[in-house]
Structure formats: C-alpha cells, structure tokens
Nanobody, 112 residues
Framework: QVQLVESGGGLVQPGGSLRLSCAAS????????MSWYRQAPGKERELVAVITRGGSTIYADSIKGRFTISRDNAKNTVYLQMNSLKPEDTAVYYC??????WGQGTQVTVSS
C-alpha cells in the first residue's frame, strides 16, 4: 500500500523558512521521480519542484533560488527547503511520486 506522508508545514512570517518532508512507503522510492506541487485557494495545482531518481532537479520560475528539493533514498524521504518565503507562497503543498501517487498535503501559510 502506497503512502506519502507530508509534514513540516505551518505558519511563518514573510522572509522566513520552512522545510517540508514527505515520507514514502509501499514502493521502490529510489526508482521514482519525486515532485512537490502546491495549490493556493481558488487556483489550480501547480508544479513547484521535481527531483529525478538520478538527482536532477527542475524548479518553477516563481521559486527558483529560494526553494531546494532534495531526497534521501536511505530514508525514503523527499524534502523541500523553502527560504525567503513570501505571502504568495501560501498554499497546500503536495508530494507526488512517479506521476502516480499523491500525498494528503500540508498547509503552508506565510503571513505577518
């Protein structure tokens, strides 16, 4: 049974940082491309970052230079380090495995 469990979301002030984690189980994590998406209220879900099984990364223009995606195959976990957060980063952040499986999401709110 595939499980993706996100954690690390919360309320942070503009300019602050958060690190999201997505713990995976039920599939061979190291062979999957992993992604983070986000969905703000009233908007469509959008791609934030991708990391391939080989470690190559792709970022949305809106977060380039501020967010970093990484993975630890020994822990079956993918991370999203988010720095210099802006109010427009407020959204539910979702982990996505292999273009097949979604996590339940974690709320990130950037507000003073």
């Amino acid at each position: 049974q595939v499980q993706l469990v996100e954690s690390g979301g919360g309320l942070v002030q503009p300019g602050g940082s958060l690190r999201l984690s997505c713990a995976a189980s039920g599939f061979t994590f190291s062979t999957y491309t992993m992604s983070w998406y986000r969905q703000a209220p009233g908007k469509e879900r959008e791609l934030v970052a991708v990391i391939t099984r080989g470690g190559s990364t792709i970022y949305a223009d809106s977060i380039k230079g501020r967010f970093t995606i990484s993975r630890d195959n020994a822990k079956n976990t993918v991370y999203l380090q988010m720095n210099s957060l802006k109010p427009e980063d407020t959204a539910v952040y979702y982990c996505y495995a292999g273009y097949k499986f979604w996590g339940q999401g974690t709320q990130v709110t950037v507000s003073s």
